[in-house]
């Protein structure tokens, strides 16, 4: 079918550029720019303001593709520029006053993501492009799941094998370089053929974006499987693939060489801040220390507190948690599903939520953290959230401060049955107030009646003088009025 692009796209072999933040102050934006080309193929011109040429380092040759990144710095504009080939891109990097922001999550669904004609893939991708034509963004935050890799059970015989043995030969398999070579290869192809849709590339190229990985971007349910999954040597090679991938395609760097970006030097957490005029952006790492019985490791917990310590006075703090930090009681559905074994099959995606009663302490300290760095240090927080395929919002009310929850997903993923939404609310309903006298509450959008909409969405933050608001754009709905955050 003609409108059917199941395909990469690209221009004679090349993808991109993607643009990624590295942040900025009142006079210069830092940025980098990925480009992937056919391997010895030199790359195109690249030029910053009509004027300097940029020479890029390679960060890795892979499957006879050369990825390279481009680091440049641009002057505080609102017309600022850049040119790769023959095609200008023009960047909004004036963050000292008025600004705004997107965010997305969810850029894809679990089965037949790219047998959708790109039209309907894609149309809140067309939207927010048009958005960005009238009132251009100055940054694209990704809260999680921008891939959907869910496929990669499926890219090589040997784990496709692997799925139908037992525990005991899954645990003697070894993770062979040919099977390591498939999934590896699965993960960047599929990167690719997500960011060269037009749609998606034409923002990618003019809105620098931030990015932290979510489940989806490994494999469903990562880290909230049984343990002995996790710890075969085939889930094992798995994930250090989807982490490659990872580093390149949505870090924009080399998996061997973090200098600069991540937080932690071992890159045992991949958890990252990145300072603006006035704000700072925070994005722990849930997932690549994951386990059924924690949502961060030691490194991510270590460094979260670390940075949150360091950031500038009276930054606005907009802290992406991949997964929403205030949501519905999940216990008493953890105890029901625990007393129907057919249903068990859904535990791990109770386990991947903050409220599950696995990681209830943790989820106590996550919130008592926040709480500290609004109260003691006196930091507006926002946290910014997706995973969940619908879009709503909460508060946490701690010493007299508001902390928003703003939750927006998926750009791309089908929403759920209205019935879903509803069950979902019903749990908000009944409530869970983990820390005595600073309630958590789910609230519906404003504008709406249910505290879930289950229709596809993006978010957009928008700071005017020194007040932020937010407003969701809801397919076939439109935009929700201000809310003030």
């Not at 099959?345 to 760095?373: A, G, M, N, P």
Request: charged content about 25%.
């Amino acid at each position: 079918m003609a409108d059917k692009q199941n395909s990469a796209i690209s221009t004679n072999g090349t993808f991109g550029p993607f643009l990624f933040a590295r942040g900025s102050d009142d006079k210069t934006a830092r940025l980098a720019a990925l480009v992937v080309t056919q391997e010895g193929d030199d790359p195109a011109e690249f030029r910053i303001m009509d004027q300097d040429i940029v020479t890029p380092a390679k960060l890795a040759t892979r499957f006879g593709r050369d990825y390279w990144r481009y680091d440049f710095e641009l002057p505080i504009a609102s017309d600022a520029r850049y040119s790769f080939d023959t095609e200008t891109y023009h960047v909004n990097t004036d963050m000292t006053h008025d600004l705004r922001i997107g965010f997305v999550s969810c850029n894809g669904q679990e089965d037949g993501d790219l047998d959708r004609p790109l039209a309907d893939r894609n149309a809140l991708w067309i939207d927010l492009g048009h958005e960005h034509e009238k009132r251009p963004f100055s940054l694209l935050l990704h809260g999680g799941d921008q891939i959907y890799a869910d496929g990669v059970w499926e890219c090589h015989p040997d784990i496709v094998a692997w799925q139908k043995v037992q525990k005991r030969q899954k645990l003697a398999t070894d993770f062979t370089p040919d099977m390591h070579d498939g999934v590896l290869k699965f993960y960047l192809e599929h990167y690719l053929e997500i960011y060269g849709q037009p749609q998606i590339s034409h923002m990618l190229a003019r809105v620098p974006s931030l990015m932290m990985w979510d489940d989806h971007d490994i494999f469903d349910g990562w880290g909230s499987h049984k343990k002995w999954f996790h710890d075969s040597m085939v889930a094992k090679g798995i994930f250090d693939c989807a982490r490659e991938a990872f580093c390149l395609m949505q870090l924009c760097t080399a998996p061997d060489d973090l200098a600069g970006k991540i937080i932690d030097r071992s890159g045992e957490s991949l958890g990252w801040r990145t300072d603006f005029p006035g704000f700072s952006v925070i994005a722990p790492d849930l997932r690549s220390e994951r386990t059924p019985h924690a949502i961060m490791g030691e490194h991510g917990w270590r460094d979260m507190i670390a940075t949150l310590d360091t950031v500038p006075e009276h930054n606005r703090i907009l802290l992406m948690s991949s997964v929403p930090v205030i949501g519905p009681r999940l216990s008493l559905v953890e105890a029901i599903l625990h007393l129907m074994p057919s249903a068990q099959k859904y535990e791990d995606d109770l386990r991947d939520q903050w409220q599950s009663r696995w990681h209830r302490k943790e989820w106590c300290r996550f919130l008592e953290t926040l709480e500290e760095v609004a109260n003691d240090r006196n930091h507006d927080i926002t946290l910014l959230s997706g995973e969940i395929h619908v879009a709503t919002r909460g508060t946490f009310e701690t010493g007299g401060k508001t902390i928003h929850q703003l939750v927006a997903s998926g750009i791309s993923h089908t929403a759920p049955p209205v019935a879903f939404a509803r069950a979902l609310g019903l749990l908000a309903w009944i409530g869970d107030n983990p820390l005595p006298g600073r309630p958590t509450k789910l609230k519906p959008l404003p504008g709406r009646f249910g505290t879930y909409c289950a229709a596809r969405n993006y978010l957009t933050l928008d700071r005017e003088d020194e007040n932020w608001r937010a407003n969701w754009h809801l397919e076939n709905i439109g935009w929700t009025p201000d809310l003030k955050i």
